[in-house]
């Protein structure tokens, strides 16, 4: 089945900066790749999504890529803000089966 | 549009008891999933369902963990017995088969 591996597991920047989490996926046959986050105590929350057909994605201050020759895709996010802070997790979906990274804590100091 | 339901919210049971989590799905939605999520960890899946009948199960440990979603809609996870190692949240999920998963608060639960 589908392995999905996520990194960092944690990052720490500043306000402002911009911060990057990879996944890479083993399933050539992934066709939809969405973003999670989840605040503490709280339930996953799509945040963008890309799909294999799409090379890249962007929605205000976040954006997804991907490189399916890779079995890569990443999220970036800009000008981050304390209230991104959150632990994102990225997934690989194929035929019904969604499969989840590890998940990145993400840590906006003010 | 209502959310995905799940209860009870908080569940503390000790080791070798039995606990059963309920989920409703979002009206419409063939697609329910349920995953454990272990403190620092991302989901893992247990069961996935299309209506009522199981897609995989590959992972949900069967000696102790079962599933059900009778009439294809609200569905049902018990654990008999629990050990230790069975603490985490337990999410359910739904989808309309696109991909999107939508996400229930989840139910956590101790195992003392």
């Known amino acids: 089945g589908e392995n999905v591996e996520q990194h960092p597991s944690t990052l720490s920047v500043q306000e402002g900066d911009s911060a990057v989490i990879k996944c890479t996926y083993s399933d050539s046959a992934s066709n939809y790749f969405p973003w999670y986050k989840q605040e503490l105590g709280k339930r996953p929350q799509l945040i963008i999504d890309i799909r294999s057909n799409v090379g890249e994605k962007k929605d205000q201050r976040i954006a997804v890529t991907l490189n399916k020759t890779a079995k890569h895709f990443s999220l970036h996010i800009t000008e981050t803000q304390p209230e991104d802070s959150a632990v994102y997790f990225c997934?690989?979906?194929?035929?019904?089966?969604?499969?989840f990274g590890a998940g990145t804590r993400l840590t906006v100091k003010p | 549009e209502a959310g995905v339901a799940q209860s009870p919210r908080y569940k503390i049971i000790e080791k070798r008891q039995s606990v059963a989590f309920w989920c409703n799905p979002i009206?419409?939605?063939?697609?329910l999933y349920w995953y454990q999520q272990i403190l620092g960890q991302g989901p893992k899946l247990l069961i996935q369902f299309q209506n009522n009948g199981v897609v995989d199960d590959s992972q949900l440990p069967k000696d102790r963990f079962s599933a059900e979603r009778l009439k294809g809609v609200d569905s049902t996870l018990k654990i008999q017995p629990a050990k230790l190692e069975d603490s985490a949240v337990y999410l359910c999920?739904?989808?309309?088969?696109?991909?999107?998963?939508?996400f229930g608060e989840g139910s956590r639960l101790t195992v003392l």
């Open positions: 999920a739904s989808s309309l088969g696109a991909g999107e998963l939508f």
């Open positions: 009206s419409g939605h063939a697609t």
């Open positions: 997934a690989a979906y194929n035929n019904n089966d969604m499969r």
